[in-house]
């Protein structure tokens, strides 16, 4: 763990030379998220104008599940953007090999490759968003609640790298994964409201077959004092649990990988 945890310090220095040369795309990136989920958010006040009380959320309530679901999706952004890329950057162009060839784990090498600024943006977002929330609902906030949201938000991001590198690893047959991943990624939107607003198969889907509702939904109903029972603490065990079934995927992927012949 001290020497991968040392390695990816070093990737981390070096993509951030790389990106210090060019500081006004480094800029313009990490101001880009922000501006997505300011459209986001006009969208989420719009809706709210019309109907102030959804499903007996308000729309701070609402901030607040929005607020935590980009905090996860910006740790997947930072951290394990690359995964997208894997088909089209790596395994078409025979870049791929290379992590093959070299004493660190495949999987490791792919994520320590690119640190995605980007997602600098969308975590200043949801922070701001999910404090402002809190403050405004008059959640007390204690040491054990920060704790909480750490872990919570953490498990979060491990849920969404999870479902990422499930689907990405179909890149290893077909090549071009992005189709794939995106129409299962895509699915975080419905995240960003409670899931009680839906019909009862879609809270089913994002609750134990895609479940991005641990990421938001749940943490939020348990830190407004709504009852969600044993859910409002099953993050971890969720995250965990998928992550396992992810790098057995993967693993089973890269056993049947065969370079493109580039």
């Given at each position: ?110 994520l320590a490759d690119r640190f995605c600024h980007d997602g600098v943006g969308n975590f200043a977002v949801g922070l701001t968003l999910t404090v402002t929330a809190l403050r ?12 909480y949201l750490v872990v919570v938000v953490l498990s979060g991001g491990v849920i969404f790298i999870s479902l990422n590198l499930i689907t990405c690893t179909t890149a290893f ?36 077959l895609i479940p991005y509702g641990f990421a938001s939904y749940y943490p939020a109903s348990y830190l407004l004092g709504r009852d969600v029972s044993l859910l409002a603490w ?29």
């Open positions: 763990m001290r020497r991968y945890s040392r390695l990816y310090w070093l990737f981390l220095l070096q993509r951030l030379k790389i990106l210090m040369e060019y500081r006004a795309n480094f800029l313009i990136g990490a101001s880009s998220t922000v501006s997505e989920q300011a459209a986001g958010l006009l969208m989420v006040w719009v809706v709210m104008r019309q109907i102030p009380n959804l499903a007996g959320w308000s729309f701070y309530e609402i901030l607040l599940v929005y607020g935590l679901v980009v905090l996860a999706k910006s740790i997947n952004h930072m951290f394990a953007d690359n995964l997208w890329t894997i088909g089209h950057d790596y395994i078409r162009s025979g870049g791929f090999d290379r992590f093959l060839v070299r004493p660190i784990n495949p999987l490791f090498h792919l405004t609902l008059d959640v007390v906030v204690t040491p054990l609640t920060v704790l047959w077909i090549v071009e994964s992005i189709p794939v991943t995106r129409m299962v990624f895509e699915l975080h939107e419905f995240a960003k409201y409670p899931l009680t607003i839906y019909q009862r198969g879609i809270g089913l889907l994002l609750t134990w099953l993050s971890p065990l969720v995250a965990a649990t998928l992550l396992i079934i992810a790098y057995r995927v993967w693993l089973f992927g890269l056993d049947h990988y065969a370079g493109t012949g580039s």
